[in-house]
Nanobody, 124 residues
């Protein structure tokens, strides 16, 4: 059974940094595509960043390009989201997700597995 466990959320001032982690277990993820999504109160869940586990190709939503970096550690089966220059509008619950297809997708419907989410709050 696939499990995705996020950690690293918290409260930070605008301009600060956080690193989210997503520990994956239950499968060999070499053929998977991994994504980070976020959902703010009253808004739809939106794609933030994604990475192809094999090859490491990365993809970003426009508003986080240049501020966020997604990476993975094969030995630890963990995906990271380094978030710098955080803004109040980045406040949301952040979710890690995995899809069995290696094709990059930014649609939440395209993902097979989800973590429980971790809260990120950026104060102004």
């Amino acid at each position: 059974q696939v499990q995705l466990v996020e950690s690293g959320g918290g409260l930070v001032q605008a301009g600060g940094s956080l690193r989210l982690s997503c520990a994956a277990s239950g499968r060999t993820f070499s053929s998977y595509f991994m994504g980070w999504f976020r959902q703010a109160p009253g808004k739809e869940r939106e794609f933030v960043a994604g990475i192809r586990w094999s090859g490491g190709n990365t993809y970003y939503e426009d508003s986080v390009t240049g501020r966020f970096t997604i990476s993975r550690d094969n030995a630890k089966n963990t995906v990271y989201l380094q978030m710098n220059s955080l803004k109040p509008e980045d406040t949301a619950v952040y979710y890690c997700a995995a899809t069995r297809t290696p094709i990059a997708t930014m649609r939440a419907e395209g993902y097979d597995y989800w973590g429980q989410g971790t809260q990120v709050t950026v104060s102004s």
